[in-house]
């Protein structure tokens, strides 16, 4: 989806603007327009933009930039303090009491403003007006939601829990109980952040929609955007760019078809399994199965 915007003349992507993980090796990644990450110029110039702007992005530091809201790098300090708490009632408490700890509120802040540097900066360098962010956090709308000098609009893309569940088991080899509850984990939490967000401001959108009927797809997320429809083709167009963290960023789009290996990947037993994990989630999110 992401890749698919970044070809709209309105729309500029450079992936998730969460940066790149810990995993990542500096020295030798490649951003997707084939360079080094580290001397890629749009980066520098990008980079450069925001010490301008007054709010500068640690671009060229991996293990997350300054644009990520996390407190700490221990994972359940964070987990406690940003993370959702698995319940409405508990996040509201948590975010009334830890929340408005000064050291959390500064981090938050930090947060907010260098996202907007961060878009404020490919913006100009790109010379478009709608920024879009891959980031897969899904806490991260409801952080940037009250940001005044950013109109937040977020789309939430999920894919069948049991072709989801799937390429999961595939690309990190967990069994299918533990694919089906990342499923629900991600997209049941994703749906608790929509009230966060003004009406309007939150489109819900299937994988095999986009899949099936991509033009009229592609419409309504434009129109949902406030951009202009442009065919099909044009989204295709590979037109030039400097994404991170995808792994698809160095190969190009050149047609949408829906992955339906699931069908022949998952048994009778992971079937159940995962209708029983995230069946009714699932209904709830739309998707018509037993
Ligand atoms: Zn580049």
Redesign the pocket.
């Known amino acids: 989806m992401g890749l698919l915007l970044a070809n709209h003349p309105s729309c500029a992507s450079i992936g998730a603007a969460t940066g790149l993980t810990a995993k990542v090796d500096l020295s030798t990644y490649r951003?997707?327009?084939?360079?080094r990450?580290v001397e890629?110029?749009?980066?520098r110039r990008v980079a450069d933009r925001t010490v301008e702007q007054g709010h500068p992005v640690t671009i060229f530091k991996k293990n997350y930039w300054n644009t990520h809201v996390r407190i700490s790098n221990r994972r359940w300090l964070n987990g406690l303090v940003v993370s959702s708490l698995g319940n409405r009632s508990l996040n509201a408490l948590r975010d009334a009491t830890i929340g408005t700890v000064a050291p959390v509120r500064r981090r938050v802040a930090e947060a907010r403003v260098s996202s907007w540097s961060l878009a404020r900066a490919v913006l100009d360098e790109t010379d478009t007006s709608v920024f879009v962010d891959t980031a897969r956090d899904h806490q991260r709308p409801r952080y940037l939601a009250g940001t005044p000098q950013l109109d937040v609009k977020v789309i939430h893309l999920v894919r069948d829990p049991r072709g989801n569940s799937a390429s999961i088991m595939k690309h990190t080899g967990v069994g299918v109980a533990r694919a089906a509850r990342r499923w629900r984990h991600s997209n049941v939490e994703a749906r608790r952040v929509r009230p966060s967000l003004p009406p309007g401001a939150w489109m819900p959108l299937h994988y095999e929609a986009l899949c099936a009927r991509p033009q009229e797809t592609l419409d309504r997320v434009a129109r949902f955007i406030g951009i202009d429809p442009i065919p099909l083709a044009d989204y295709l167009q590979t037109t030039e760019?400097?994404?991170i963290g995808n792994s698809m960023r160095l190969g190009a789009v050149s047609e949408i078809r829906e992955d339906r290996t699931w069908r022949d990947l998952l048994s009778e037993g992971d079937l159940q399994t995962i209708a029983r994990v995230a069946g009714s989630a699932s209904h709830q999110l739309g998707f018509d199965w037993p």
């Open positions: 951003c997707s327009c084939g360079t990450f890629c110029d749009f980066w760019q400097h994404v």
